[in-house]
């Protein structure tokens, strides 16, 4: 889902129009904010930032300069609409790195194609995983920074894969990027059945997603039992029936490594708890060692209310799948 912040201070006819011409783009929400409402928007950190100049009744740079200014937003692509076509004017609105500068009354399909084009380029170039396609870190961490400023209570879930070198070691990089692929599949397929969640590829085999509604649990088990059911299909028939892989070390001994297994750590996040990214972090690292103990694959969930909490394994609930 991707976020439209349009700035059309006066009649919102800019609004109007823009949301009857992108009304067949499902996947774009569009928002009208007036410019006191700017700090605020920015909180939500828009896909795409929309400026009617002509209802601007400030210095137009300033908006500018607060959107870059902004560490979340300094990315954040800028289209400014106006009726004013002198040139050294339009020249210095370009020079605030300003994307794209549209003349006043513009026509509908010019400024529908800018708009789409802007968000494939968004697409394409904003931190993604070349071979997952999904966000990478900067776009995490925006994430989990725009749920925390806005005191949202929602789910951190850290995922990677167990024995994954070995198998690397054994089958070669070819095919274990061929299981980080399904595995990115596999956690969007459940997590992403809510547009307003997120799944993000931190690199290698370790992923997160952030889930908002109180259905974590079973995105949890959903996401373990399609992957210890699908997973033998990424091994040889000897191997699966053995139960486990040969892998010879670095002193030539040969040893065995369990098949691949999938470690899920959530976190319960709310703003009384964390202040930060980093704490979250912190408390996501120690959840998901917790489920890396446990053999096979496994959660864990984080629900302490306080974080200076002592972490009872007692206390967790903890759920092994397909044992």
Do not use: W
Not at 103 to 109: F, K, L, S, T, Y
Not at 140 to 166: P, T, V
Not at 206 to 235: H, L, P, R
Not at 295 to 307: A, M
């Amino acid at each position: 889902m991707k976020h439209l912040y349009i700035f059309d201070e006066e009649d919102q006819s800019l609004t109007t129009t823009l949301k009857e011409i992108m009304k067949k783009e499902k996947s774009i929400k569009i928002k009208n904010y007036k410019i006191e409402e700017l700090k605020n928007a920015l909180i939500n950190i828009p896909d795409l930032v929309v400026i009617n100049e002509d209802s601007i009744n400030i210095d137009i740079k300033e908006i500018f300069k607060a959107i870059k200014d902004s560490e979340d937003n300094s990315i954040t692509p800028i289209i400014v609409i106006s009726s004013i076509k002198d040139q050294e004017h339009i020249i210095d609105i370009l020079k605030n790195d300003v994307e794209v500068y549209l003349n006043a009354p513009v026509n509908n399909d010019i400024l529908y194609y800018t708009i789409m084009n802007i968000m494939k380029l968004l697409n394409r170039n904003r931190m993604v995983s070349p071979l997952t396609g999904l966000p990478g870190n900067v776009q995490i961490q925006a994430e989990m920074k725009k749920r925390l400023s806005n005191k949202e209570k929602y789910a951190m879930i850290y995922i990677d894969l167990d024995n994954f070198k070995a198998y690397n070691d054994t089958y070669g990089f070819s095919n274990g990027d061929e299981i980080i692929k399904f595995t990115a599949k596999l956690i969007t397929k459940y997590v992403m059945k809510n547009d307003e969640n997120f799944v993000g590829h931190i690199g290698g085999d370790d992923f997160v997603a952030i889930v908002e509604d109180d259905d974590y649990e079973a995105i949890c088990q959903n996401i373990i039992a399609e992957f210890d059911k699908s997973i033998g299909k990424f091994f040889t028939k000897e191997d699966v029936e053995r139960g486990y892989i040969e892998v010879e070390n670095r002193k030539g001994i040969i040893e065995p490594f369990p098949l691949t297994t999938i470690s899920v750590g959530v976190v319960e996040v709310t703003s009384e708890r964390f202040k930060n990214t980093l704490e979250i972090g912190e408390a996501g690292a120690a959840v998901k060692h917790l489920a890396k103990t446990v053999f096979g694959s496994t959660y864990v969930i984080d629900r302490r209310k306080n974080r200076d909490e002592i972490f009872d394994k007692a206390d967790q609930k903890k759920i092994l799948i397909g044992q």
